[in-house]
């Protein structure tokens, strides 16, 4: 992958939209980059209304820095440099985006501020190395979040988008011989938070197998009749529990988590008339499990639950508020 070419047709187009002051053509040949951008600050930030904002301040800059752009390269690149740094220095001014210690215990840390990306919002035709699906799902996501910030960046450029070091180095002002030691300090971090993945993270994105969507066909089915046994036999006995922005991450048996739930008062009167829907984030399966109130003639959108699951059985289970969130795209009553 490189730059070291001719002046391409975007390149052209974009420095005689300058040239012309065109903004209507600025925003064209621009926006076309939004989502593979948006997905870009999602995983430097692993909160979707962050990287919404950090999205629409790299094209703000963008446009503020339009008269620096010579066309050297590609004007994907140039996009992608800006987005990098604007991350870079949303994170250097807020000290609540990095993981804080657990709390309870089963886990070292913990990622408060992580949301869920809707999978609508990925690229309509994405490059492998752009949504490559284990470098979107939620343990990606969080293990990334461990890095410091220039070494995330350095993990993703590198290892994820495949950029040569010589290229990343210019984006993060940074030596070669830095980022390759950078990239070297991420690599082990990332296999300490994953140590039973693989770190080939640009491999074809997948669907879902069928052994997923009959996994969560069955939690739908016993979330609506409040079967607790039938989600006991859904659960891994080491079931790992999150919902960020609640504190704790825990790691319990399938009957301890569905006694946990219920004395918290799920399952029980006014708490106790679901429907759900499947749907999936981060490219991985999900359940929106709406309420019904006894006081309500409508089911209303309540929470997701996104699921990890291996050898048909739910091994982590993150929930996450959905009201007031649309940018979910999912209706808000049924």
Not at 37 to 52: G, K, S, T
Not at 66 to 87: D, M, P, Q, V
Not at 300 to 307: E, M, P, S
Request: net charge negative; charged share 30%; with cysteine.
């Amino acid at each position: 992958m490189t730059d070291a070419r001719r002046l391409g047709a975007d390149e052209a187009t974009f420095i005689a939209a300058v040239r012309a002051e065109d903004t209507a053509r600025f925003a064209l040949l621009t926006e076309r980059h939004r989502r593979e951008l948006q997905v870009h600050c999602y995983r430097m930030l692993a909160n979707y209304e962050d990287a919404q904002d950090m999205t629409q301040e790299t094209f703000l800059r963008a446009w503020n820095k339009r008269e620096s752009f010579k066309g050297h390269a590609a004007l994907r690149t140039w996009l992608y440099r800006i987005a990098t740094n604007a991350c870079l220095d949303f994170l250097d001014k807020r000290n609540d985006r990095t993981p804080v210690p657990a709390e309870l215990p089963g886990a070292d840390s913990e990622v408060r501020y992580l949301q869920p990306y809707p999978d609508r919002m990925l690229p309509e035709d994405p490059q492998e190395s752009v949504v490559a699906r284990e470098t979107i799902e939620l343990a990606f996501i969080v293990a990334v979040q461990h890095l410091p910030p220039r070494q995330r960046a350095v993990f993703i450029l590198r290892d994820v988008l495949g950029w040569p070091a010589s290229k990343a180095a210019d984006t993060l002002e940074l030596t070669v011989a830095s980022v390759t030691s950078a990239l070297q300090r991420a690599r082990v971090t990332m296999r300490e938070q994953l140590p039973d993945r693989r770190l080939d993270w640009r491999s074809p994105t997948q669907e879902l197998s069928n052994d997923e969507r009959g996994v969560v066909k069955s939690y739908i089915d016993a979330h609506e009749r409040n079967d607790l046994d039938g989600l006991v036999s859904l659960l891994r006995y080491d079931l790992r529990f999150a919902m960020p922005p609640e504190p704790g991450i825990l790691i319990m048996t399938a009957k301890d988590a569905v006694d946990g739930w219920v004395s918290n008062g799920l399952f029980q009167r006014g708490y106790d008339d679901w429907r759900c829907i499947t749907t999936t984030v981060n490219r991985m399966p999900a359940a929106a499990l709406y309420l019904r109130t006894p006081d309500d003639p409508e089911y209303r959108l309540f929470t997701i639950a996104v699921l990890h699951i291996v050898d048909g059985k739910i091994a982590e289970l993150t929930g996450f508020d959905a009201t007031d969130k649309p940018w979910l795209g999912l209706p808000p009553t049924l």
